[in-house]
């Protein structure tokens, strides 16, 4: 069985999925940890030093790598991996299990306002700011998550009551 979490940063994805595998008692894989290891660099360094549209091809390339493997494994996507290429379109072609963790803009500014350092995609915007510019990304990226085959509401609960709602749609 594959599982693949996709949703925006901060929305749980890791934290669910480290919880739903081990629940399952499958592999947890992280694709940024994965192409982390893989390179033997940061995420951080490979977009400083080499730019974002490297760090894409690199990021499909590493997707691709995953989806054929032959074993079990729930895998957490990065927030925007959807969003690009055709990544969407191989996630889903991959397995039935896709599921979009769907938080709300409120939510989300809340769980991010505490992590801005280690977030570099919001290192430098002002706390008053994140609404806004959350909101504009969810617009953007929305149609991607959209594709996933199930949403699940993850507002108010917590990780492991999101493993469970999981857990009872998977085919």
Do not use: W
């Not at 599982?3 to 992280?30: C, E, P, Q, R």
């Not at 969003?83 to 599921?99: D, E, H």
């Amino acid at each position: 069985m594959k599982i693949v979490l996709v949703g925006y940063m901060g929305s749980g994805k890791t934290t669910i999925g480290k919880i739903l595998a081990k629940d399952l008692n499958i592999k947890f894989l992280d694709l940024d940890d994965y192409i982390e290891e893989s390179e033997s660099i940061s995420i951080k360094t490979i977009f400083k030093e080499r730019g974002e549209i490297y760090f894409r091809k690199l990021e499909f390339q590493y997707l691709k790598e995953i989806l054929a493997l032959e074993h079990d494994f729930v895998l957490s996507s990065g927030g925007g991996t959807p969003c690009y290429g055709n990544n969407m379109k191989i996630i889903l072609a991959a397995t039935p299990n896709v599921c979009y963790i769907k938080v709300s803009i409120a939510e989300l500014v809340a769980r991010l306002a505490n992590q801005k350092e280690t977030r570099p995609l919001i290192k430098n915007i002002d706390v008053e700011e994140l609404p806004e510019f959350i909101g504009k990304h969810l617009f953007e990226r929305s149609f991607y998550y959209s594709q996933a085959f199930h949403t699940i509401n993850a507002d108010q609960k917590n990780p492991m009551e999101l493993s469970e709602e999981i857990k009872q749609i998977l085919v």
